[in-house]
Structure formats: C-alpha cells, structure tokens
C-alpha cells in the first residue's frame, strides 16, 4: 500500500507498463473513486417502476438501447446504453409527473410508468404520469377520471436524453400509454381515456408527435343493465403486417363498490382473451376472421366476435399479442383462480394462437398450475416461440426464457438470466426491435423498500455498469396517513 501511496503522491514518475487491473486499484486508493461494477444500472425505481402495458418502455436504435423507467416522484427516467463502447448514459429525468405530487397523498400511484417512441428525425417522446386525470383538469368526456395527467415530453435534440421539453399535446385524462409509429411515420398512441369507467381510445399524429388529433374510441365503456356495474377493458396494441395495428384486450368488470357479490367493494375483476385488428389506411376495425366490428366495441360485439379464450371464473391480466410468419396472432395472457383478495389472486402466463381456422387452448407457459408470473414473447415461425418470464423459485426471483418448437403446446426451460433473493421482479415488455444483449427491463422489488434496482436484461444476463454510476439520489416522498 505504501508504493501505491508514493506514486499517488509523486507526479514525477512515469509508468511505462502496468497492468490494467493495478491501475484501476492505483486509481482507487488515490481518489477514492468506487471501482466496484454491479448489474444493475440504477437504484432509483420508485414502487412498482415497470409493467408491460406501458409498451414499449424501451427501444433499440442505431447501436444504442434506450430504456425508461419510474423513479423518484413517480417521475420517467430515461437512460441509454451503447452496445458498442459498454457505455452508460444517464439517467436523466424526462419529465414531471402530477402523480408524485398531488395533495393528499396516501401511497405510490404507479399508473403512469413511462412509454417510449422515437420519431422519423431521431427526437425521442415519452409519454407517461396519468391516471386518468384530475378534477381540477374539468369534465372527461369519454369516462370517469382519478389523479394525475396523462403529458408528453421530447428529446430537445435527436438522439439526445439529456434534455427535455415538456409538450402540451396529449389528452391529460389517459393512462397506459402504448405508442405506435407506422411504416410512414405517422404516430398512434393508445391509451384508456380516464379511471376504470372509460374508452379506450387512440390518438393519431401525422407530423412526428407535434401535434396530435382528437382521441377516437375504439373500447366503449358502457353501463350494465343486468348487473350493478360497468362494463370496461384492458388493451395491449402493437403494429401488426404493413398498415395494420393488432390488438389484444380483456374484459373488466367494474362493480358498483358495495354491489360486488363478496363485498370486496371495488376490485380487478377481469375475464377472457379477445382479439382484433385496425387497418390505419381504411379505419376499419375487423376480427379474426376478417369480419368488420362496429366501433366503439360494446361488451356484446366482443363477446360474439373477437373472443379467443374464455376464462370462466378464471381472472385475467392481460398481456401482449403478436403475429407469426403466417400472419396469425399468437396471445400472452395471464389468469388464476379468484382467490377472495381484491385482485382475484395470483396469475400465470398462458399462451393461444390462431391456426387460421381456431383458436387454440391456452398453455401455461413455466408448466406451473399456481403460482405468479408475467412476461412477454416473439414468434420467429408459427411453430417457434420463445418466452421471456419473471417467475419465483421459492423466495427467489427469477428470469428464465422458456421456448416452444410445436406452436405452443408446450414449452421447456431454456435457461435463466437472473435470479434475486427474497424479492420479486417487475418486468417490461420486451423491447423493441431488442439488441441480444439487452432484451428487457426488469425491477427488483422488496417489501423492505420502495427504492428498487433496475436491470438491463438480455441473453446473457443484465448489463451492469459501476456501482457509484447505479448509486442514484431516491424518492423522499412523505404520504399522508389514510384515516381508518
């Protein structure tokens, strides 16, 4: 150590030859700098930082991945990693979200987890912070509203996440953003138009997200006459072959507090896998079949013509939708038994697929018959598919691909990416035009803490960087105690 300190000391020596491990310890030991390298690239995710519904939450571009995540105050922190130098960058706030701000304050909200887009000139949007906006921003047209404002921030210069202007361009009531840009680079960005009771609803930009067009609805939320409750829904939207925007969505059943039949109150009860398609050149709306749907889609339509699984008193969690080489969707989607808890109970990962002429049954992806797990999917042929789960052994988390060669009648394990103790993980979907190395963003969650580890995730493992870059400044959030 005393060498080392000489050399510290002495700015008249040269070093000729050394070796790159001792001069990182050198460097160490003279500026105190945390040479230590984790795989994690940030500590700051904040309560439930990643869902797959707020799609994509990622993309690859040009040798850089670009992912995003929710962070201190609810916030969307956006960071990139350049595959060909190793390099970090960021994270850097993009925004600031009415969420993590509000009066009153009771806990994290977490519905407005930010989305990601890059236009044709390179600048980068993300859209993020609602949950189906606020009383003080007036009457929701199209549905009810709760907290927070659905906002748009974008890149002050290309391929640039240092900087951001906040832009007012977007309906404030939305939530669950998913951004879609078509093959001649007009944007579409759906979302639901306010809380629970509400359309789901898309909005069209025609010159690079500066300026949007009115929201059209295309899910109708509508009142129950045999029930006292409303009908709603969860959607998840991708582009589809060419003009096309696929669509996968379940069933919401959104009872009237008191009214629902095991006096949980409000709950998340939701039912079966539907599925249908938008040709943005024509606007029609069709099912599987090719049939043309009446727009916005009520609850008896979709019951006739865009069901593809019925889950019974099974209860869902929807996940994404995806063509195979054929042209053929293939659905993740998730459900369990209702287990008497506010949100049913826990729920596994299932996969169906269109043969061109049925609907297949629904597989449990990991072989379990209970249990938790949640994950995203790709389809390289109609035989060939491959999943990408965050499932637990025990008390460990895990992420673990698992793939199938027979068109999803069944599926092995394949390998495992990462694996945490006494945790579970949050998972985004996977992103876009994804790099091997960097497949999907992943949130360490523990019950000890509202602060969680993000991870970059791809065939090998995470991309971690050094732990004083991942060591970043956390949410000081003080919430108000709920009165009992």
Known sequence: MSGIKKLCQSNKKIITIITSLTLLYTISACTGIQTANVDYFADNGTGNSLAIVQNPAGIYHKGITY???QGPFEDPYIASY??????????????????????????????????????????????????????????????????????????????????????????????????????NGDIYLFYRHGAHRSDWVYQKS???????????????????????????????AVKGEGNNIIVGFDYHLCWDGRAEPSGRGHTTERHDAHFMSFNTQTGEWTNVQGDLLNMPLNREEAEQKTLAASTGDMWTFNGSVKLDSEGHPHIATNYGVDLGKKTGGPKLTHHLRWNGSDWSQPTTVNGKISGESRGDFTVSSSSNIEFILSDNDGTDATITRWVSDNGGKSFSKKDELLRRPSSTFAVSSLIENSHPDARLIVAERSRLTPHRKIYLVGDNGPLGRLLQDATLEKDSSVFVSKIK
Not at 101 to 123: A, V
Not at 216 to 236: E, G, I, N, P, Q
């Open 82 to 183: 350049n595959h060909k130098t190793g390099e970090w960058l960021g994270p850097f706030r993009a925004g600031t979200s009415e969420l993590g701000r509000r009066e009153g304050r009771t806990k994290f909200d977490n519905h407005g987890k930010p989305t990601l887009l890059i236009d044709d000139e390179g600048y980068i949007h993300v859209y993020y912070g609602g949950h189906g906006g606020d009383k003080h921003h007036g009457t929701n047209t199209l549905g009810n509203i709760h907290h927070g404002a659905n906002k748009n921030s974008i890149s002050k210069r290309p391929l640039d996440i240092t900087e951001w202007d906040e832009v007012d361009n977007i309906s404030v009531f939305g939530t669950y953003n998913q951004a879609i840009k078509m093959d």
């Open 206 to 236: 025609t010159d690079n997200g500066r300026t949007y067009d009115a929201p059209v609805s295309f899910l109708k939320h509508k009142r129950r006459t045999d029930l006292d409750a409303v009908d709603s829904w969860y959607a998840w």
């Open 67 to 69: 992912v995003s995540y």
